[in-house]
């Protein structure tokens, strides 16, 4: 595998500190200088490598969402029902298991705020908004199904369950300590088992 370029390490080192400075002071806070400090660059490295502080931003974005696409694909491998699919998905989300970073999560949580704002950042956010609800829509159909209950209303149920994870990440950023350790994964597989338990019965439907 070739070495990565001298430009995609730097770029590489000036993302990951926005990240860290953005997860302590926000993005109104990550300025330029902070970030070239925590990356131990010059400032003018920073803007040699991004025009602006949005570009290093939508960087990030695509980072994170990448890195949790991966976590969810590494968690559903392991998956063997359809019920643990979607509890894979959602662990990959939001259960701790040694592999989260927190400093994403912080972030992300701020990242859905300048989706608003910024349309290159709102395209990326909304992308993987997106892709997560379709599995979470798809996963949970069939996991009805393998219990024998209809899948009525499942695509509000998708939404709803990605704005439960996405308002656990506002939480663990603002007041960290308000969220029982563990209890966020938990909460959310809960929903899911109550969702699917009152379903219809498939077999009562036919009879």
Same mark, same amino acid.
């Given at each position: 595998?070739a070495?990565p370029s001298?430009t995609?390490?730097r ?8 990240? $860290?400075?953005?997860? !302590? &002071? ?6 330029? =200088?902070? !970030?070239?400090?925590?990356a131990?660059l010059? #400032?003018g490295?920073?803007h040699y490598?991004?025009? #602006?502080?949005? @570009?290093?931003? *939508? ?5 994170i969402?990448g890195?949790?696409? =991966? ?14 699919? !979607?509890?894979?998905v959602i @662990?990959?989300?939001?259960a $701790?298991g040694? @592999?989260? @970073?927190l400093?994403?999560v /912080?972030?992300?949580?701020l990242?859905?705020?300048?989706? %608003?704002?910024?349309?290159?950042v709102?395209?990326l956010?909304?992308?993987? *908004?997106t ?5 979470? #829509?798809?996963l949970?159909?069939?996991?009805? &199904?393998?219990a024998?209950r209809?899948a $009525?209303?499942v695509?509000p149920?998708? %939404? ?6 996405e308002?656990?990440?506002a939480? =663990?950023?603002a007041v ?12 959310? /597989?809960?929903? !899911? /088992?109550?969702?699917?338990a ?5 077999? $009562? /439907? #036919?009879?």
């Open positions: 595998m070495r001298n995609d390490e770029r590489a080192q000036i993302v990951a500190a926005l990240m $860290r400075v953005m997860a !302590v &002071h926000g993005y109104e806070g990550a300025t330029v =200088a902070r !970030v070239a400090r925590e131990g010059a #400032s490295l920073v490598h991004f025009a #602006s502080k949005a @570009d290093i931003l *939508v960087a990030l974005v695509d980072g969402a890195r949790a696409a =991966a976590r969810i694909a590494g968690r559903l491998e392991q998956a063997e029902t359809p019920a643990g699919r !979607v509890e894979a @662990d990959a989300m939001l $701790r040694g @592999d989260e @970073d400093d994403a /912080r972030c992300w949580s990242i859905g705020a300048e989706a %608003v704002k910024n349309a290159d709102r395209r956010y909304g992308r993987f *908004v892709s997560l609800t379709e599995r979470l #829509s798809a949970l159909v069939d996991a009805c &199904h393998e024998g209809s $009525r209303d695509e149920v998708a %939404v709803a369950l990605v704005a439960m994870i308002g656990y990440f939480l =663990a950023a960290p300590r308000i969220v029982p350790i563990g209890s966020a994964a938990a909460m959310a /597989r809960a929903a !899911v /088992r109550g969702f699917v009152a379903q219809p019965s498939l077999r $009562r /439907r #036919s009879a």
